[in-house]
């Protein structure tokens, strides 16, 4: 491997090290050792844990060899629940951004535009989204965690119903609520979880008559 056609090959080195003792050191497809790790994606410079598969040298040109460009080796590879990887000065670990992504419900865009963001303050991603957090509560921009029944046990009315009476009240209270990706089951259905921001007094309203249009 000739570490000049690879962007960041410290961070990639570290990453290496790090996927073929996850895997113990077993090739993806053959099972037999490992030596090397192959871009999912086919980019150098994505070195996201999530896009390193472990493959042993002779796997991994048969991979990148023209003819097999279009078969999908790898579109059942599990990718790590945790690693412990090593720090690296000015960034983050993937896992540190896998977990804020699942948390915000964040688009891959998002989490770079972000990081740029970060790093132009001397940041790493963690820390500026600890920041902006604690700069909106400061400023009253954080929001008002709501729990909103969008799927009842009755046939009354159904999730898009619910949708719809979210939409309507957000308009006629000038409020913004954001649906997360959490749900827990109550006595009358399913409900997801909102974060809701606006004028304080228009979250109450907004709150007391979305209970008596859903409940």
């Known amino acids: 491997m000739n570490k000049q056609n690879y962007p960041n090959h410290y961070e990639l080195k570290v990453k290496r090290k790090a996927i073929l003792e996850y895997y113990g050191h077993k090739c993806y497809l053959c099972n037999n050792e490992a030596t090397q790790v192959h871009h999912i994606d086919e980019n150098r410079g994505n070195h996201n844990v999530y896009n390193l598969v472990p493959l042993c040298h002779k796997c991994h040109r048969m991979v990148h060899k023209k003819e097999n460009k279009n ?3 790898f579109s059942n590879f599990k990718a ?25 419900r964040a688009s891959d865009v998002w989490i770079q535009g972000a990081t740029a963001r970060a790093e132009r303050l001397g940041l790493n991603l963690s820390e500026y989204i600890r920041s902006t957090i604690a700069k909106d509560f400061e400023e009253g921009h954080m929001g008002k965690n709501i729990w909103i029944l969008i799927n009842p046990d009755n046939e009354h009315w159904d999730e898009k119903f619910a949708q719809e009476e979210i939409s309507r009240l957000s308009k006629r209270w000038n409020v913004k609520a954001v649906s997360t990706s959490q749900t827990r089951d109550s006595g009358h259905g399913q409900e997801r979880l909102f ?11 907004y709150e007391s008559e979305l209970e008596e249009a859903l409940y």
Do not use: Q
């Not at 790590?80 to 977990?99: S, W």
């Not at 974060?195 to 109450?204: N, R, T």
């Open 71 to 73: 078969k999908n080796y």
């Open 80 to 104: 790590p629940n945790a690693l412990n990887i090593p720090k690296i000065k000015g960034k983050d670990n993937d896992e540190d951004k896998h977990k804020i992504s699942l948390h915000f």
């Open 195 to 205: 974060i809701v921001s606006g004028e304080p007094e228009a979250v109450k309203e």
